[in-house]
């Protein structure tokens, strides 16, 4: 079975900050790891994923995520925090070796950033 | 503009009448999906298509149907809408049918059934 956490339901940071939004997964074999961002009243946007290779993966807006094959982890972080950067953050998961286009998603962590 | 858009934006209805929420993306995407995003729960799979006439179960299928009739429509259609379907949906399409390829999201409807 597939399946994503995110253990956190909200992460506060202050502006200026670093941030970081956990993710853990499981898959039975490898996997594609995604994060998507939804701002308020808005569809969910593509930030950054990792295939394979460098398990440190660059996305847009600055952020970055780093994937941990021993951990089962895909950590999104982001060296500087902004206020603009408040939002609901979303990890996803697929099985690499499914045939299906089935996407596991998280809960959900909500992004707080204050001045 | 590469786009995948959804209609209605809102919606209000009562139990048992029959509504449909059209899902319509002009980026050529074989794959499309539907999903309902429920307060702690995220984002749940309802349905998913790999290309025309070609639709599966998702995690939580129960009310709906979908069909695929053309490779850039993919409607989600409640026959008969009870309140536990008030939620938030969305539909998604992805190129190809490749496992790695990002999804694309719709703005979103938000449905109220009572």
């Known amino acids: 079975a597939q399946s994503v956490a995110q253990p956190e339901d909200q992460v506060n940071v202050a502006e200026g900050n670093p941030l970081t939004v956990k993710c853990t997964y499981s898959v039975s074999g490898n996997p594609y790891l995604f994060w998507y961002v939804q701002y308020p009243n808005r569809g969910l946007q593509f930030l950054l994923k990792?295939?394979?290779?460098?398990?440190l993966v660059k996305g847009s807006y600055g952020f970055e995520a780093e994937f941990n094959k021993s951990q089962t982890s895909f950590h999104l972080k982001k060296p500087s925090a902004l206020v603009s950067d408040s939002a609901l953050y979303f990890c996803a998961v697929r099985d690499k070796g499914s045939t299906l286009g089935r996407l596991y998603f998280g809960r959900g962590t909500q992004l707080t950033v204050w001045p | 503009e590469a786009q995948v858009t959804q209609n209605p934006r809102y919606l209000i209805t009562v139990t048992g009448k029959k509504l449909t929420v059209t899902c319509s993306q002009n980026m050529n995407h074989e794959y499309m999906s539907w999903y309902r995003q429920d307060p702690g729960l995220g984002l749940r799979q309802i349905y998913y298509s790999m290309n025309v006439e070609v639709t599966d179960k998702g995690d939580v299928p129960e009310g709906y149907k979908v069909s695929r009739k053309e490779k850039r429509n993919f409607p989600l259609i409640l026959e008969s809408p009870s309140p536990n379907q008030t939620s938030l949906y969305f539909c998604?399409?992805?190129?190809?049918?490749?496992?790695?390829?990002?999804?694309?999201f719709g703005p979103g409807t938000r449905l109220t059934v009572l």
């Open positions: 990792y295939i394979t290779g460098d398990n």
């Open positions: 998604a399409s992805s190129l190809g049918l490749g496992t790695y390829n990002e999804q694309f």
